[in-house]
Each structure stands twice: as C-alpha cells, then as structure tokens.
C-alpha cells in the first residue's frame, strides 16, 4: 500500500502565501508520502498557462524525491474565461491540452471537476476526449462537482 496526499491539505498555507507546490511537495516527503495529487489551478505556476520550465521543475523534483504524482487534479467550466462559460469546442481543446500535460508530469490519472455546463453533454465531451486519453494512456477519474444539478 502506498501513502498519496492532495496538496488541497496545504489549501490554506497556499492561500496565505507560506508556501509554494516546491515547498508542498517537498512537506509530503517528509511526512513519508509515496506520491502527491496536484490541483492544476491551485498548485502550478502561472496557471492556466505554466511555462514548461515550471512543469519540468515540478516533475523533477517529485523524481529527486523518490516520489509520484498520482493524479493532475483540474477543473472545467467557468475558471478559464471571467466574461463567458467556455464553448464546447474550447472545453475539448482545454481538456485535451491539459491531458497531455498529466502525461508530461508522469501522472496516471487526471481528475477533471466540472463547475459548469457541459454536465448535460458529458458523454459527448468524454466521446470527444477520448481519443486523446487514449493516446497519452491517461486514466480519467471525472468528479462531478457539488452543487451541480443534473439537466
């Protein structure tokens, strides 16, 4: 049995500015975790766009510490534009780039929450994803968010 942590635990030494995803990972070592799961909004960088730099340096250093990321945690919805929900196209492409930025980082598992719609499309936005989980052999956990009512 292996020992995995979010780093969502650190949520509010994050928040508060007291660390970074460095120091983060860096605490579940030392508490003896085998592997972490990293909330790509929260945890990387300059997200929604990190530079390569920062991802490498991330993977690096789990590396070095004899660690995994067992899942690249991130959400869809309204989290990428402030002025509109994402279309249905742009939540594919978004899914598919982010797919293959778990495979950079080693993870075997994406876990994509949904805060908003497609909820009503889910299989035609899993249907349109596929293909790509395939291709990375990324394992896509999907979490439908509370609240989210189902259309």
Same mark, same amino acid.
């Given at each position: 049995?292996?020992?995995? $942590?979010?780093?969502?635990? #650190?949520?509010?030494?994050?928040?508060?500015? /007291? *660390?970074?995803? #460095?120091? %983060? *990972?860096?605490?579940?070592?030392?508490?003896?975790?085998?592997?972490?799961? *990293?909330?790509?909004?929260?945890?990387?960088?300059?997200?929604?766009?990190?530079?390569?730099?920062? $991802?490498? =340096?991330?993977?690096?250093? +789990?590396?070095?510490?004899?660690?995994? *990321? #067992?899942?690249?945690?991130?959400?869809?919805?309204?989290? @990428?534009?402030?002025? =509109?929900?994402?279309?249905?196209?742009?939540? +594919?492409?978004?899914?598919?780039?982010?797919? %293959? $930025? !778990? %495979?950079?980082?080693?993870? &075997? @598992?994406?876990? &994509?929450? #949904? /805060?908003?719609? &497609? +909820?009503?499309?889910? @299989?035609?936005?899993? /249907?349109?994803? $596929?293909? !790509?989980?395939?291709?990375?052999?990324? @394992?896509?956990?999907?979490?439908?968010? %509370?609240?989210? &009512?189902?259309?």
């Amino acid at each position: 049995m292996k020992l995995g $942590l979010s780093l969502y635990s #650190f949520g509010a030494d994050f928040h508060a500015g /007291n *660390i970074d995803v #460095f120091d %983060a *990972i860096r605490k579940a070592a030392a508490m003896g975790c085998d592997g972490v799961e *990293i909330i790509a909004e929260q945890h990387v960088p300059g997200w929604p766009n990190p530079s390569l730099d920062d $991802l490498t =340096r991330i993977r690096e250093l +789990v590396a070095e510490l004899g660690m995994e *990321i #067992f899942c690249f945690s991130c959400y869809f919805g309204k989290n @990428i534009r402030s002025d =509109r929900p994402q279309t249905f196209e742009e939540l +594919v492409h978004n899914a598919k780039r982010m797919i %293959a $930025l !778990t %495979a950079y980082l080693g993870a &075997p @598992i994406m876990r &994509p929450a #949904f /805060n908003a719609e &497609p +909820v009503g499309k889910l @299989i035609d936005f899993v /249907n349109a994803v $596929l293909p !790509t989980l395939e291709k990375y052999g990324v @394992i896509w956990g999907v979490e439908l968010h %509370a609240p989210q &009512p189902l259309p």
